[in-house]
């Protein structure tokens, strides 16, 4: 697969994968239903509100709303990016193209730990559901195995299982059950939130309820380090997952422009629906510490579960409601699990076809055009770390959001720097490359990069995390969460190693090379360059030869490839004219003709 429109014999032309088959919509769906919405919520929205040393209280939403601007950022590089190259490795493949192999290996491995950890912990949460949702059905003897470890567990193994079945099944049966799943979690949400606020706003409510206000979107009010940056660790994780609907890049249609779009969408589309749930919660049950306030550390795991009964009432008709709104939390771990399985599977499918990892994990199922290996291997790996997590204590299963919220400022950022980089020749050739392809991946990426440093920090601190009885989870004396993340990053590098010791061809650049998106003209004797100071300016040329003088050929700046084909690396910018009289850029490159033919 080269940019520049030729092949080599070691380069990916396609990986097998079914292209076409979904379309803008479902790309938002499973965009959307990774992120776990109900599940996110529910599990975040208390520390949240909590924050760190001081409380956020009623600023939580602007808390969510503050995260929400490095998630929308780096969307947009992943929105740039995929123009340039619709793969299916997403950061492994472009930091690779920007940066270099060991930092692209480095970054596909950041995505595979991030989901292989998340994956245990949503297992834990569908498995314990199972059991709450046909317990609410007036078996309560069930609903109490939500707290047997064994019971959980052995229902977390049976999620993962199937959705990994229903993943090497086919791409189109996968987003239809999002449809369905997606469908069901949002439309529960909605109803708590107009439920809650209609009895607010009618004077229905709770006696500690409070009306919303404007200034609770305004975080900045709040101490920065005591609330602010503790809060932001956990409001990043709720936004993650919207990069699925790239990842699927090679199986939609039109894969240059519909992925980046779908990113976009899902993170407003998310900003809307946590903005709204956020202030319904707030309002309802107040920020107190007492009762279903959110601060009561209590409610914490799971703010529905608190305010439900209360917003609710009892009898029939509220229990019907509490059992729907267990079952969108169900939904949602479960969902969440199926497409976390979709990006591992075809990010490792991406480094097996770039010799990266071992090519079997390149294998595709011949019917139903999915990973094979890479599909089913995420499920038993998946499997194994919940069984190892759980073994080694059921409360580390709540150590591993901090962790993945390192994981996801790793390799989000590394994107954000990776566009940067990779444009950087061409970022100033127009307003809007120098935003979207220059500053904001830029600022995104330095926010997470802060994010990354400062929860590592508060991360190791051995009193970071507690358990029910007051003592501290830690790991050889540090932070668990800080171990588990920067642990998953480190095994990384061993693998790495290994595999660079036995196949070497990823790594010297010979299967992924390295480039930027410029073309140039090559000189007329062919495509060899001169002596850095050789005196000769090489001119550039536009992606789609459209100043490719007469006879002459255009070459990739870094790769020196011959073109021979338009290209759309980068998207021409429609603010500048097509013609050189009006154009600057096309003028010089055409000037530099001239002189080049005298």
Same mark, same amino acid.
């Given at each position: 697969?080269?940019?520049?429109?030729?092949?080599?014999?070691?380069?990916?032309?396609?990986?097998?994968?079914?292209?076409?088959?979904?379309?803008?919509?479902?790309?938002?769906?499973?965009?959307?239903?990774?992120?776990?919405?109900?599940?996110?919520?529910?599990?975040?929205?208390?520390?949240?509100?909590?924050?760190?040393?001081?409380?956020?209280?009623?600023?939580?939403?602007?808390?969510?709303?503050?995260?929400?601007?490095?998630?929308?950022?780096?969307?947009? %590089?992943?929105?740039?990016?995929?123009?340039?190259?619709?793969?299916?490795?997403?950061?492994?493949?472009?930091?690779?193209?920007?940066?270099?192999?060991?930092?692209?290996?480095?970054?596909?491995?950041?995505?595979?730990?991030?989901?292989?950890?998340? $994956?245990?912990?949503? @297992?834990?949460?569908?498995?314990?559901?199972?059991?709450?949702?046909?317990?609410?059905?007036?078996?309560?003897?069930? @609903?109490?195995?939500?707290?047997?470890?064994?019971?959980?567990?052995?229902?977390?193994?049976?999620?993962?299982?199937?959705?990994?079945?229903?993943?090497?099944?086919?791409?189109?049966?996968?987003?239809?059950?999002?449809?369905?799943?997606?469908?069901?979690?949002?439309?529960?949400?909605?109803?708590?939130?107009?439920?809650?606020?209609?009895?607010?706003?009618?004077?229905?409510?709770?006696?500690?309820?409070?009306?919303?206000?404007?200034?609770?979107?305004?975080?900045?009010?709040?101490?920065?380090?005591?609330?602010?940056?503790?809060?932001?660790?956990?409001?990043?994780?709720?936004?993650?997952?919207?990069?699925?609907?790239?990842?699927?890049?090679?199986?939609?249609?039109?894969?240059?422009?519909?992925?980046?779009?779908?990113?976009?969408?899902?993170?407003?589309?998310?900003?809307?629906?946590?903005?709204?749930?956020?202030?319904?919660?707030?309002?309802?049950?107040?920020?107190?510490?007492?009762?279903?306030?959110?601060?009561?550390?209590?409610?914490?795991?799971?703010?529905?579960?608190?305010?439900?009964?209360?917003?609710?009432?009892?009898?029939?008709?509220?229990?019907?409601? $509490? @059992?729907?709104?267990?079952?969108?939390?169900?939904?949602?771990?479960?969902?969440?699990?199926?497409?976390?399985?979709?990006?591992?599977?075809?990010?490792?499918?991406?480094?097996?076809?770039?010799?990266?990892?071992?090519?079997?994990?390149?294998?595709?199922?011949?019917?139903?055009?999915?990973?094979?290996?890479?599909?089913?291997? $995420?499920?038993?790996?998946?499997?194994?770390?919940?069984?190892?997590?759980?073994?080694?204590?059921?409360?580390?299963?709540?150590?591993?959001?901090?962790?993945?919220?390192?994981?996801?400022?790793?390799?989000?950022?590394?994107?954000?720097?990776?566009?940067?980089?990779?444009?950087?020749?061409?970022?100033?050739?127009?307003?809007?490359?120098?935003?979207?392809?220059?500053?904001?991946?830029?600022?995104?990426?330095?926010?997470?990069?802060?994010?990354?440093?400062?929860?590592?920090?508060?991360?190791?601190?051995?009193?970071?995390?507690?358990?029910?009885?007051?003592?501290?989870?830690?790991?050889?004396?540090?932070? %668990?969460? @800080?171990?588990?993340?920067?642990?998953?990053?480190?095994?990384?590098?061993?693998?790495?190693?290994?595999?660079?010791?036995?196949?070497?061809?990823?790594?010297?650049?010979?299967?992924?090379?390295?480039?930027?998106?410029?073309?140039?003209?090559?000189?007329?004797?062919?495509?060899?360059?001169?002596?850095?100071?050789?005196?000769?300016?090489?001119?550039?040329? %536009?992606?789609?030869?459209?100043?490719?003088?007469?006879?002459?050929?255009?070459?990739?700046?870094?790769?020196?490839?011959?073109?021979?084909?338009?290209?759309?690396?980068?998207?021409?910018?429609?603010?500048?004219?097509?013609?050189?009289?009006?154009?600057?850029?096309?003028?010089?490159?055409?000037?530099?003709?001239?002189?080049?033919?005298?």
């Amino acid at each position: 697969m080269s940019a520049t429109g030729t092949s080599r014999p070691e380069q990916v032309e396609s990986k097998g994968l079914k292209d076409g088959a979904l379309g803008l919509t479902s790309a938002v769906v499973v965009g959307v239903a990774s992120t776990a919405p109900a599940y996110s919520l529910a599990a975040s929205l208390g520390f949240i509100v909590v924050g760190g040393t001081l409380a956020a209280g009623v600023k939580a939403p602007g808390i969510v709303l503050l995260a929400f601007i490095p998630m929308y950022l780096i969307a947009v %590089a992943y929105q740039e990016l995929n123009k340039a190259e619709p793969d299916c490795g997403t950061t492994f493949t472009w930091a690779t193209r920007a940066f270099g192999p060991i930092t692209g290996w480095m970054g596909g491995w950041g995505i595979i730990v991030a989901d292989v950890i998340v $994956m245990a912990n949503l @297992a834990a949460i569908a498995g314990a559901y199972s059991f709450t949702f046909v317990g609410s059905f007036g078996l309560p003897q069930v @609903a109490e195995l939500a707290n047997n470890t064994v019971a959980t567990t052995i229902a977390g193994l049976l999620w993962i299982a199937v959705m990994t079945w229903i993943c090497y099944r086919g791409i189109e049966i996968s987003a239809r059950l999002q449809y369905v799943l997606l469908s069901f979690e949002v439309l529960i949400l909605i109803f708590f939130a107009v439920f809650a606020l209609v009895k607010v706003y009618t004077g229905n409510a709770e006696p500690y309820s409070l009306i919303p206000q404007w200034n609770w979107f305004n975080p900045f009010t709040l101490d920065f380090s005591q609330t602010i940056a503790p809060a932001m660790l956990t409001a990043i994780f709720i936004y993650w997952g919207w990069d699925t609907a790239v990842s699927i890049n090679e199986e939609t249609k039109d894969p240059g422009k519909t992925p980046g779009r779908a990113a976009i969408i899902s993170t407003l589309l998310l900003l809307a629906t946590y903005a709204v749930v956020t202030v319904a919660a707030i309002a309802f049950a107040g920020v107190g510490d007492k009762g279903i306030g959110l601060a009561n550390p209590d409610n914490s795991n799971d703010v529905f579960a608190a305010i439900g009964p209360t917003l609710f009432g009892g009898g029939v008709v509220g229990s019907i409601l $509490m @059992a729907l709104l267990g079952f969108s939390i169900l939904t949602s771990a479960s969902a969440s699990t199926q497409t976390t399985i979709l990006p591992t599977a075809r990010t490792a499918l991406s480094m097996a076809a770039y010799k990266a990892i071992p090519e079997r994990f390149a294998r595709i199922h011949p019917k139903f055009l999915t990973p094979t290996w890479s599909t089913i291997g $995420m499920g038993i790996v998946s499997a194994v770390f919940y069984l190892i997590f759980t073994f080694i204590s059921p409360v580390l299963l709540n150590a591993l959001i901090g962790s993945i919220g390192l994981m996801i400022a790793f390799y989000y950022g590394l994107t954000g720097f990776a566009c940067v980089w990779y444009y950087r020749k061409t970022l100033f050739t127009s307003f809007r490359h120098a935003i979207m392809r220059g500053l904001f991946p830029l600022v995104g990426g330095i926010m997470l990069l802060w994010v990354f440093v400062y929860g590592l920090i508060n991360f190791a601190a051995p009193d970071w995390l507690v358990d029910d009885n007051g003592k501290n989870v830690t790991i050889f004396g540090i932070g %668990a969460e @800080a171990v588990v993340g920067i642990g998953g990053l480190l095994i990384g590098v061993v693998l790495m190693g290994i595999w660079w010791w036995r196949k070497p061809d990823y790594f010297r650049g010979r299967t992924l090379p390295r480039r930027s998106d410029d073309l140039v003209l090559a000189p007329a004797g062919g495509p060899s360059f001169g002596l850095p100071d050789s005196g000769r300016e090489a001119t550039l040329i %536009a992606p789609d030869l459209s100043n490719l003088p007469p006879g002459r050929i255009a070459v990739n700046a870094e790769t020196l490839e011959p073109v021979e084909e338009p290209s759309e690396l980068p998207p021409a910018d429609p603010s500048l004219p097509r013609d050189p009289e009006h154009n600057p850029d096309l003028r010089r490159s055409a000037d530099h003709d001239r002189k080049d033919d005298a």
